[in-house]
């Protein structure tokens, strides 16, 4: 069955960077669209950054120029890389596939902002 797991979240001074980690098993990942999700306290879950099979990719406004999203269709695994951390970056990131109508999470990541 599909199963992806997050990884590489944790506490980071503002300013500071993380790589988050997404291994997906259970389909072909190389032909599937991956997206990265947030959720802060209180929020709704909102896309922060997805890329396409082909690679392509897209982010939500706020983390442009800061937040990178790639893929290693070799090691089936999503990546998040994420520069310039803020406060309101404080959030559990999730990654995410839609697959055969079915939307898939993982069991999501802390990341935490603070000095």
Same mark, same amino acid.
């Given at each position: ?66 937040? &990178? ?20 970056? &404080? ?25």
């Amino acid at each position: 069955q599909v199963q992806l797991v997050e990884s590489g979240g944790g506490l980071v001074q503002p300013g500071g960077s993380l790589r988050l980690s997404c291994a997906a098993s259970g389909f072909t990942f190389s032909r599937y669209a991956m997206r990265w999700y947030r959720q802060a306290p209180g929020k709704q879950r909102e896309l922060v950054a997805g890329i396409l099979s082909v690679g392509l990719t897209n982010y939500v406004d706020s983390v442009k120029g800061r937040f &990178t999203i790639s893929r290693d269709n070799a090691k089936n695994t999503v990546y998040l890389q994420m520069n310039s951390l803020n406060a309101e970056d &404080t959030a559990v990131y999730y990654c995410n596939v839609n697959y055969y109508s079915n939307t898939y999470w993982g069991q999501g990541t802390q990341v935490t902002v603070s000095s």
